[in-house]
């Protein structure tokens, strides 16, 4: 007579097997789609940034940081301004979103070059955490570099610049299928490659 069905230890031995597949894929596929959510994530923050910074400069009726009084006045008064925009609490330097993004602002003493229109105008630097919930910040998975310049955009270090040029160094310290040198740099990796995760 034939048995149907499998026996108990034919069951254990199929699921250990399962097991074992599963225990050595899993991380990679854990892994791929963290990195697949780094470019949306870090392009909405940016997105979302640039647009506060736009309607804070039509409240004011100006059209550049400078005018708004950013380097006289500090990274407090700037942030203060700019929360309400980003519906983020504002803490000295730092705003942080309700979904848990943040962005550390650095303001620098030079102005750049002047007599330059705005988004030529370097004002400082900004750092985002996308991932603001974990007390450690990692560049290049959850922190990323950034120039603040004066219409309130943002440009990634490391980007090709606003000329569509030379500044491409994420080429060098942050490459494609490479561990970065620098991963201060990945910013403008990502940027230059339609918001994807192409390094390890």
């Given at each position: 007579?034939?048995?149907?069905?499998?026996?108990?230890?034919?069951?254990?031995?199929?699921?250990?097997?399962?097991?074992?597949?599963?225990?050595?894929?899993?991380?990679?596929?854990?892994?791929?789609?963290?990195?697949?959510?780094?470019?949306?994530?870090?392009?909405?923050?940016?997105?979302?940034?640039?647009?506060?910074?736009?309607?804070?400069?039509?409240?004011?009726?100006?059209?550049?940081?400078?005018?708004?009084?950013?380097?006289?006045?500090?990274?407090?008064?700037?942030?203060?301004?700019?929360?309400?925009?980003?519906?983020?609490?504002?803490?000295?330097?730092?705003?942080?979103?309700?979904?848990?993004?943040?962005?550390?602002?650095?303001?620098?003493?030079?102005?750049?070059?002047?007599?330059?229109?705005?988004?030529?105008?370097?004002?400082?630097?900004?750092?985002?955490?996308?991932?603001?919930?974990?007390?450690?910040?990692?560049?290049g998975e959850d922190a990323f570099w950034f120039g603040l310049f004066d219409d309130g955009s943002l440009r990634p270090k490391?980007?090709?610049?606003?000329?569509?040029?030379?500044?491409?160094?994420?080429?060098?310290?942050?490459?494609?299928?490479?561990?970065?040198?620098?991963?201060?740099?990945?910013?403008g990796h990502i940027f230059d490659n339609n918001m994807k995760v192409l390094y390890k």
């Amino acid at each position: 007579m034939k048995r149907k069905g499998f026996t108990l230890s034919e069951v254990l031995i199929t699921l250990g097997i399962i097991g074992v597949v599963a225990a050595l894929t899993l991380p990679s596929l854990i892994s791929d789609t963290s990195s697949a959510q780094i470019g949306p994530k870090l392009g909405k923050a940016v997105s979302m940034f640039e647009q506060a910074n736009e309607a804070l400069l039509n409240d004011n009726s100006v059209d550049s940081l400078e005018d708004l009084g950013i380097v006289t006045n500090g990274e407090a008064a700037y942030t203060t301004g700019l929360s309400n925009h980003l519906k983020a609490t504002a803490n000295g330097q730092t705003l942080r979103t309700k979904d848990n993004v943040s962005y550390l602002i650095t303001i620098a003493n030079n102005a750049g070059a002047a007599g330059q229109p705005p988004h030529r105008r370097y004002r400082g630097t900004v750092l985002v955490d996308i991932n603001a919930s974990n007390n450690v910040s990692t560049a290049g998975e959850d922190a990323f570099w950034f120039g603040l310049f004066d219409d309130g955009s943002l440009r990634p270090k490391g980007h090709t610049d606003w000329q569509g040029g030379a500044d491409t160094s994420w080429t060098v310290n942050c490459p494609a299928n490479a561990v970065p040198t620098n991963a201060s740099y990945c910013a403008g990796h990502i940027f230059d490659n339609n918001m994807k995760v192409l390094y390890k």
